[in-house]
């Protein structure tokens, strides 16, 4: 007696308190006499069961009860159940009707026919018949309802060769590869008898499953039984292994092969471009075009992808030529992989003429269209694509549409679409696909959408670790440190087997201070896990240690991969020392580098060196640099040049960045603003804004800005204005790095009203735009607004800045407020956390000195621990020239010819200017006489003239 077994429940749409009936119905065909029966549930999705039972009208030895979810059927055995159930004698007449129906059901897939026709085997007594079971188990298969095919599987217990064969390739079409190679181990247990075909299907169940070993078994076991004679099989094989990376063992099966057909080729044609190499996957096409083999459209489409990996796009439209003239440009998959081949190179008309000419086409058509628009950025007509592709009716937009769209959205930082997809993704019901749930994860995480990211992540019922990771890395992208780090603690608590993108992500939260303990755990764990020798950890690891300034733990990570070190993980190194202020690590590590024969420097190696140098002002380093770029052919990338600009530009040599920018082969904006800065950081204004009149692109706030940094010099503020009003022609008003430049052009300008206003008007003040207003009040001598701006700033959740502290100190300097200066301070490291550096130092000193506390600066200076530097002596020598100090302006002197040599004449030229004041003209003569005999020179001055619209208005500014 059969197993009783359920099926999958499915919606139905009738209600769920409908009663429970039962009903006995008669029919001829079942003996009366017969008393045992058993249980057969009937899946069903009809709007109305009732009138499809009484339409067909079941026997009168079937007891019936349906529930909300399911028809149940209680069956009697059938006298022929033991008979020969092959034997074509027995098929009733009736039986045709069956087959007919399922045939019907097996060409379109659907649960409601196959359903119809169970219930119609049952009616007329074909159920225990074999051939209609095998086929009603095959149209369940390819209806995806598994558990029924499993249910009617096990109603049979007298089953042959070929239903186990339907129900182990049911498990292979519904991706249960477990359960077919379960099923087999469970037909060889019980001593059925199998064939090639279903070797085949275990093979095929390997392949997929990337299990090589049970794929060896198999052909072993093909080969002891001697049923390699079936050349299907020899190709699941030779798949098999291709398919499982094994290459030298496919490519044995093929050389062994007597009987090659055109799914031999193919198999290993698509097996060598499978594991990466396409020049064998083309080489072996060609050959087998030599052969004499008629190749189709699977071979076409392989050799193409091949064509496109080699990066021969020729090769590629020699396939399509030849494709068209043997007429295969009419078979789908052919132009399917044209459109591929080339968007990948950028060629979209050629994609859509291939995509127009194309008669008949399906979801493969379009997706392949819309994924070549947006991987060449063409947004619109992507969405255009999209669009018509819905119009269409038949080509019903799947998964892999849905992550070509939401990828799109991710990159392109397109918020606005990406809900809508998600909306359309909910209205569909694929929320629940875990791809797409991961995708939209990854699109709210690149569009800085924490809230959105955060509330899918928490309605996953189902969450792989892919969405764990994606929600990490959304934590860590956005600045949300602690969150990810309490995520990634709640996944170690799941069990789950953690990946190297799991690692990757959360190292990258580890940036605030507080967080280098968190990584150096992260850095133990991973040890632990077995990921010490993965590049990217590594890679990621040095990058945390450089940003927290423990470079020895990063130089000591490098010394330990020192065998399998590539370009990357110096560049890591190099890149991380740059930009966090390490300028001669930089050059060191650059240095050591060069003397190790394996590695050799790429474009990303001198950008950061080259700006290193530029950092430390180091011109002939930077030019020793510049040459080694042209030797090694990489002083022509765009890149390069630029950093090459910057690097002269901040080295005070205008000319060599000029020089550089007319000889730049391929310019972009970035080389504009380059230039534009150069002149401005070299106090050549009127060039920077001649330079604009010429500029080939549209500016963006780093033009704006250092075009504002040359009117300010200029004090111009007409330009100013006028380059006021390209922030607004250009919509860049709101970035506060401009409206910081407004802010000091138009307080530098004397328009502090003007200054005013912008910071206002501005809606999301940061630091930069406070310092900026602070600065500009002190600028102006009105030091005690500049300090209720500090405590406005303080108040509004801002944390003061190093630049903060300088613009209040400078304030309090110049309008005399010496006690309120100290006290600020004193209280930087303890209140505000902001360590005093000697940009704070000089503006105490110049404070006290213009005080005339000239002692107690001194004083001051004398407790700095460490090397004083040249600028806190040099303010207070100024200050002893304004009181006029003869004797401590000497002391100070003596200090400053020792600390800056290469500035001494301004030095002696401010002593001797001290001389003169106070009447000591012959000490005066001598040092002037001294200055002229070591040939010194005194940069030549300029005066500047500002022409003020409204002085009135210059120095009233409304209050905060």
């Given amino acids: 007696m059969g197993s009783c077994w359920a099926a999958k429940s499915s919606k139905a749409n009738f209600p769920r308190d ?23 549930i009937v899946p069903c999705k009809l709007k109305h069961p009732l009138l499809f039972i009484e339409s067909y009208g079941l026997c009168s030895n079937v ?10 059927f209680c069956t009697v055995h059938h006298p022929f159940v033991k008979t020969s159930q092959r034997d074509p004698h027995q098929l009733y007449t009736r039986f045709y009707d069956v ?5 019907s059901s097996m060409a379109r897939p659907n649960l409601v026919t196959t359903t119809i026709a169970h219930c119609l085997a049952i009616k007329v007594g074909a159920l225990a018949h074999l051939p209609v079971c095998t086929s009603l188990l095959t149209s369940y298969s390819r209806a995806k309802d598994l558990s029924s095919s499993l249910g009617l599987f096990d109603e049979f217990s007298n089953k042959d060769v070929i239903l186990w064969n339907a129900i182990i390739n049911a498990a292979v079409e519904n991706n249960s590869y477990n359960v077919a190679t379960r099923f087999f181990i469970e037909m060889t247990e019980v001593g059925a008898a199998f064939d090639s075909t279903t070797l085949l299907l275990i093979v095929s169940a390997s392949s997929h499953m990337k299990y090589l070993k049970c794929g060896k078994s198999i052909h072993c076991l093909s080969i002891k039984l001697g049923m390699l004679w079936d050349c299907n099989l020899c190709n699941a094989v030779l798949d098999m292994y291709a398919k499982c990376g094994d290459l030298s063992s496919s490519q044995s099966m093929f050389t062994w092969m007597e009987t090659r057909d055109v799914i031999t080729w193919n198999s290993m044609v698509n097996g060598f471009l499978y594991n990466g190499h396409p020049e064998k996957s083309f080489w072996c096409f060609r050959e087998m075009i030599c052969f004499g083999i008629r190749v189709d459209s699977v071979s076409l489409s392989c050799a193409i992808s091949a064509s496109a990996d080699m990066g021969e796009l020729s090769s590629g439209q020699a396939i399509h030529a030849w494709g068209i003239k043997q007429g295969y440009n009419y078979d789908i998959s052919f132009p399917n992989s044209l459109i591929s081949l080339y968007s990948e190179y950028g060629d979209i008309e050629a994609s859509k003429s291939v995509f127009k000419e194309m008669v008949v086409r399906d979801v493969v058509s379009w997706n392949a269209m819309i994924r070549g628009l947006a991987s060449n950025g063409r947004v619109v007509e992507t969405f255009d694509m999209l669009y018509k592709m819905q119009l269409t009716g038949y080509a019903q937009l799947g998964v892999a549409t849905l992550f070509t769209i939401i990828s799109l959205c991710a990159e392109q930082m397109l918020l606005r679409e990406g809900k809508s997809v998600h909306g359309f993704t909910v209205r569909r019901q694929m929320i629940s696909d875990v791809w797409v749930t991961n995708s939209l994860l990854d699109m ?11 509330f899918l992540f928490n309605t996953i019922p189902r969450r792989d670790l892919v969405s764990w990771n994606a929600m990490i890395s959304c934590y860590s992208r956005n600045g949300y440190s602690k969150e990810a780090q309490s995520l990634f603690t709640k996944l170690i608590h799941q069990r789950l087997q953690l990946s190297f993108s799991t690692v990757l992500a959360v190292i990258s939260s580890c940036i605030p201070p507080d967080s280098l303990q968190f990584g150096k755990s992260i850095h133990c764990w991973g040890q632990k896990a077995g990921f010490s020798n993965n590049i990217l950890i590594v890679n990621s690891l040095m990058h945390m240690y450089v940003n927290f300034g423990d470079l020895p733990a990063a130089f000591m990570l490098l010394e330990r991969i020192h065998a399998e070190e590539d370009i990357a993980c110096w560049n890591t190194i190099i890149a991380g020392c740059t930009r966090n202020g390490h300028f001669r690590e930089a050059l060191a590590t650059f240095n050591w580098m060069r003397q190790e024969i394996s590695v050799m420097w790429d474009s990303i190696t001198l950008v950061n060196v080259i700006s290193a140098c530029g950092n430390l002002a180091l011109l002939c380093e930077g030019k020793s640099l510049h040459g080694l770029a042209i030797k090694t052919f990489v002083g022509s990338e765009t890149r390069v040049q630029n950093a090459l600009i910057t690097m002269y530009g901040r080295c005070s040599h205008a000319k060599s960045a000029k020089s550089v920018f007319d000889f730049c082969s391929s310019r972009n904006l970035c080389s504009w603003n380059c230039m534009i800065s150069a002149f401005s950081q070299n106090k050549e204004g009127r060039r920077a804004l001649e330079l604009f009149h010429f500029l080939e692109f549209e500016p963006n706030e780093i033009t704006i800005v250092a075009l504002l940094s040359a009117c300010n010099q200029l004090g111009l503020s007409r330009q100013g204005k006028q380059i006021h009003g390209h922030v607004f022609r250009f919509g860049i008003s709101e970035n506060s790095f401009v409206t910081a430049a407004l802010v000091d052009m138009y307080s530098n300008c004397g328009r502090l009203d003007l200054g005013w206003q912008i910071f206002t008007k501005s809606e999301e003040k940061s630091i930069a735009v406070w310092n900026s207003m602070i600065s500009a009040y002190g600028y102006h001598g009105n030091g005690k607004m500049a300090i209720q701006l500090f405590h406005k700033m303080c108040d509004s959740g801002i944390r003061p800045s190093k630049s903060s502290f300088v613009n209040l100190l400078s304030a309090c300097s110049h309008s005399g407020l010496v006690n309120e200066g100290l006290s600020y301070y004193r209280v930087m490291l303890g209140e505000y956390g902001v360590e005093a550096v000697t940009e704070h130092q000089v503006c105490i000193v110049d404070m006290l000195g213009r005080a005339g506390k000239l002692q107690e600066a001194y004083e001051f200076i004398n407790q700095i621990p460490g090397e004083t530097e040249a600028g806190l002596w040099g303010a207070l020598l100024s200050a002893c020239n304004y009181h006029g100090n003869v004797e401590m302006g000497r002391k100070v002197a003596q200090h400053l010819f020792g600390l800056e040599p290469e500035n001494v004449v301004g030095y002696y030229i401010a002593l001797a200017n001290l001389y003169v004041g106070a009447g000591g003209w012959k000490d005066a003569v001598e040092l002037r006489q001294i200055a002229q005999h070591k040939n010194l020179k005194k940069l030549p001055a300029y005066s500047l003239l500002i022409n003020i619209d409204a002085a009135s208005s210059s120095t009233a500014a409304s209050s905060p």
């Fill in 18 to 40: 409908l009663i429970r009936l039962t009903g006995y119905f008669s029919s001829a065909l079942l003996p009366r006499n017969q008393s045992s029966s058993k249980r057969i």
């Fill in 63 to 72: 007891h019936l009860s349906f529930t909300a979810n399911s028809l149940q």
């Fill in 99 to 103: 087959i007919d129906l399922l045939k």
């Fill in 444 to 454: 709210y995480s690149k569009c800085d959408c924490v809230v959105k990211g955060e």
